[in-house]
């Protein structure tokens, strides 16, 4: 079965940056188009970034300008660099592979990204 697997995740001070990544155990995703999400306590998940085909990007208002989404060449792993981090930022990120209502994997670990002084 797939894993996503998110890493990159820390402490960090408000305007710092770090480099989240999401790969899968058995498979490539490169034949999906993907995303990422954070879910902050006592909130709902929600979407930050999307790369649904080659060359195409969308962000949620609250981090257009900051973070970037990407792939890498081989298309083996998504990332999303984060950068003038806040405090409202602090959230476990997750990526998926929306399809839809519902998703293509099973939520992974995620991933912890706490900002804070």
């Known amino acids: 079965q797939v894993q996503l697997v998110e890493s990159g995740g820390g402490l960090v001070q408000p305007g710092g940056s770090l480099r989240l990544s999401c790969a899968a155990s058995?498979?490539?995703?490169?034949?999906?188009?993907m995303a990422w999400y954070r879910q902050a306590p006592g909130k709902q998940r929600e979407l930050v970034a999307r790369?649904?085909?080659?060359?195409?990007?969308d962000y949620a208002d609250s981090v257009k300008g900051r973070f970037t989404i990407w792939r890498d060449n081989t298309e083996h792993t998504v990332y999303l660099e984060m950068n003038s981090l806040k405090p409202e930022d602090t959230a476990v990120y997750y990526c998926?592979?929306?399809?839809?209502?519902?998703?293509?994997?099973?939520w992974g670990q995620g991933t912890q990204v706490t900002v804070s002084s």
């Open positions: 058995g498979s490539s995703l490169s034949q999906y188009a």
């Open positions: 790369i649904p085909s080659p060359g195409y990007t």
């Open positions: 998926n592979a929306p399809r839809g209502a519902n998703y293509v994997f099973n």
